[in-house]
């Protein structure tokens, strides 16, 4: 079997094409927006200044590093480096840096925040970094409301203040509808956090639905059902399938849009001039105004042949001024604490994204216990998975809210019992 | 000049074929002595070699394997790291209080499904086979430019099942063109794939769009290998062209609706791509079909598990073998009863 194990791996390695020869490094990357091009370009610079060592940058969907790179890995294969977000289920895959990179001290003291992020629970590696630091929060049509004549909501706007305000917007201006949030569990985990809802257990294992999920599941539908929020974005879709909302967004056709900070370099290329907007921070629930932190790290993998080479490029990408340089051109948030504590000139015109950044760098001060252990947590994306899914079902009328807080605890259950089954 | 055009046509084809004579005259002393050990089953059997070699590496192989994962559990990926855990997987998918009411299932999104494939099925075969029919015999008839006719429906034959699922989603959506065109014209749009008979419509529509072509070409090769003189005598004695379709053009068009049939029923029971490009399985999960929810519980969700979707695809499969069987079945019989049997 171990043969078989061998094989299989062999011919998932060559049917992604990714084989590399040695001192080769290969990068599987993705791109929410321009970061594919600004690493490009780091690259290239990385090769010039070592010659010996030839990277491959792999442009890939985002859908096969959530779908593919998964079964690579557990071959026993993949790229030597990979961009991900599903770092902590993940784990167990990464390479520890420590003996590879020149100077283990300034990774700790730059990186080391969210290294816990990354690395199995009780683990002292070094994985990687995070090239970015995301929050989610909100944005909101500043022309639309203008054009109405409503205020955006103050700062510490609650969500049913932020719906109400972006419904008389929608009503005057004839919009398809007030809000829109993505569909995705990760998402509506923050006003899930901010109305009191804690998913982790005592014993770090997924609890039952509680009453701050469910008080904020019942706003969801009731919002569905009331036109407020865009139906199409959650109802059009089965599963836990990600549906994002920033098209209705930058096409003027909702006031009020709840996604994360990584959509700023986005919004600021795809709307332009066309009309002015705001990033909000996260509305309040009835115990915080949290936002949910993480983001997608940059890692290395455990199967590489060439883990000196690895090193090398990590060292190089996680320098100082090349972090700089990435998260200014990228307009990303950075998790680098020097780059923080310095100057950050973001590279662009827009004043809308200099005061959007702004805004979510303000937010991250009002991030809640419960949302920043998230993280951290291996069963996030497994409580994600059966939030979206069963809520979508109750907003098609296909059960009521009630059935669908039993259908999630049962899906969690059932995910978690398959997962820790043991031979 | 046409003598030195066969000369060297003649040349060309001894050598090309220099080298199959080559390769049959090695072969030539081995084959006999196997066919004198063997008889002629044994040769049946050395010609089919290759073919059931390739059948059992890449169809019967993974079966086996499928079959073998169904019987497991765990997150893990490769069979030796999973856990044995006998029947359980295929009890989870029949723990069901009514497998009427999907509601009261353990796994209540697979009945879900199930019931939603069944359907689909039903619709979509009735439909596709009808408007093949009709398209076949359309274009049976002497029209004017036949041939581009005949191209135009069999172009969305060549396109990729995803660009189909996103042609359609532009029109279809809110913003989409259709919504478009009924606004200039003064209508309230329609939110096609957000509202649940309208998506599951849509969904079947636009399979039967994207593939009718392919079946109504089976079906016009029917239709045209049909005796003329039949409709002749038919004419000269004075039958009406209804009377014509029900006793002549069917009748001997049924081999071919039973392989149009069959293909579609097949291809039903499979649907994925396109629908699930369309609408992602929604509204709620109204277009969620079987292979839609094999691919989320073994592939698409973040934690895996493969062993359920594999009891789930060992069932689907079985399905199909009885569908194929009753195909077989039918086929037989009809050849038994036109005498070739």
């Known amino acids: ?423 | 000049m046409a003598n030195a055009l066969t000369t060297l046509n003649e040349k060309a084809g001894a050598m090309i074929m220099a080298p199959v004579r080559l390769l049959a005259m090695a072969f030539d002393p081995p084959l006999r002595v196997w066919q004198k050990w063997t008889g002629q089953n044994g040769m049946a059997a050395f010609f089919l070699a290759p073919n059931l070699a390739v059948f059992g590496i890449f169809v019967l192989f993974p079966l086996f394997i499928n079959f073998a994962y169904s019987m497991t559990g765990g997150a893990a990926l490769f069979l030796e790291d999973r856990v044995y855990v006998g029947a359980d997987q295929y009890q989870r998918l029949f723990t069901c209080a009514s497998y009427l009411d999907p509601k009261g299932c353990a796994e209540d999104l697979f009945w879900t499904a199930v019931w939603n494939t069944g359907l689909f099925v039903v619709l979509q075969v009735a439909l596709m086979t009808i408007v093949a029919l009709i398209t076949a015999l359309v274009l049976n008839r002497d029209l004017r430019a036949r041939s581009f006719w005949r191209a135009v429906f069999f172009f969305p034959v060549l396109l990729s099942p995803v660009v189909v699922g996103l042609i359609w989603r532009w029109i279809l959506q809110r913003q989409g063109l259709l919504n478009y065109g009924m606004i200039e014209m003064g209508f309230e749009p329609i939110s096609w794939l957000a509202e649940r008979n309208w998506a599951f419509t849509a969904a079947i529509l636009v399979s039967v769009w994207a593939h009718v072509g392919f079946y109504a070409l089976i079906l016009l090769a029917g239709l045209q290998a049909i005796p003329r003189d039949l409709y002749e005598a038919a004419e000269m004695d004075g039958t009406r062209p209804a009377r014509m379709f029900w006793r002549i053009t069917l009748p001997l068009l049924a081999p071919n609706l039973l392989v149009v049939l069959v293909l579609t029923l097949i291809r039903a029971v499979q649907i994925f791509d396109e629908v699930y490009v369309l609408t992602g399985g929604g509204p709620g999960t109204s277009t969620l079909f079987i292979t839609q929810y094999i691919y989320e519980v073994g592939f698409a969700s973040l934690l895996r598990n493969p062993g359920l979707a594999s009891a789930a695809s060992i069932l689907m499969g079985g399905v199909l073998v009885v569908l194929t069987l009753i195909q077989l079945g039918i086929a037989r019989r009809n050849e038994m009863r036109s005498g070739k049997g």
């Open chain 1, 1 to 423: 079997m171990t043969k078989m194990k061998s094989l299989l791996g062999a011919v998932a390695l060559s049917l992604c094409a990714s084989t590399a020869m040695a001192g080769d490094v290969r990068i599987m990357w993705y791109s929410d927006g321009v970061e594919g091009d600004v690493m490009k370009d780091l690259v290239d610079r990385f090769m010039k200044e070592n010659p010996g060592i030839n990277v491959i940058l792999d442009n890939v969907a985002y859908k096969v590093v959530q779908e593919q790179l998964p079964v690579e890995l557990e071959a026993g294969s993949g790229p030597d480096i990979a961009r991900v977000t599903n770092i902590k289920a993940l784990a167990d895959h990464w390479l520890d840096l420590t003996p590879h990179v020149a100077d283990p001290a300034y990774w700790q003291a730059n990186f080391g925040d969210q290294f816990d992020w990354m690395r199995p629970d009780g683990s002292t590696a070094i994985p990687g970094f995070m090239t970015q630091i995301t929050l989610t929060g909100g944005f909101a049509n500043k022309t639309l409301f203008d054009q109405a004549g409503v205020p955006l909501p103050g700062e510490n706007a609650t969500w049913d203040e932020w719906v109400e305000a972006a419904g008389k917007v929608q009503d005057s201006q004839k919009l398809n509808a007030a809000i829109a949030i993505d569909r995705s569990g990760h998402r509506i985990s923050a006003p899930n956090v901010s109305f009191g809802s804690n998913y982790i257990g005592a014993d770090r294992l997924p609890g039952p639905l509680d009453d701050g999920a469910k008080a904020f599941a019942e706003k969801l539908v009731k919002w569905t059902a009331d036109g407020r929020m865009n139906k199409e974005i959650w109802v059009s879709a089965a599963g836990t399938t990600y549906r994002p909302a920033i098209d209705d967004f930058v096409n003027a056709q909702i006031a009020y849009y709840y996604s994360g900070s990584w959509q700023i370099s986005a919004l600021s290329t795809k709307i332009g001039k066309n009309f002015d907007w705001v990033a909000t921070g996260s509305p309040c629930g009835s115990t915080a105004c949290s936002g949910l932190p993480g983001g997608a790290a940059l890692v290395g993998i455990k199967y590489t042949k060439n883990a000196a080479e690895v090193g090398k490029v990590m060292d190089f990408l996680g320098r100082e001024d090349i972090v700089r340089e990435f998260t200014e051109r990228t307009l990303f948030l950075p998790a680098h604490k020097g780059v923080i504590a310095g100057k950050i000139d973001f590279k662009t015109d827009d004043a809308n994204v200099k005061a959007a950044l702004e805004n979510f760098v303000a937010a991250t001060t009002k991030v809640h216990l419960n949302a920043g252990a998230l993280p951290a947590w291996k069963w996030g994306s497994v409580y994600y998975g059966a939030l979206v899914t069963r809520i979508s079902q109750v907003m098609a009328g296909e059960m009521p809210l009630a059935d669908a807080y039993v259908k999630i605890d049962e899906d969690i259950k059932a995910k978690v019992e398959e997962a820790t089954k043991k031979q």
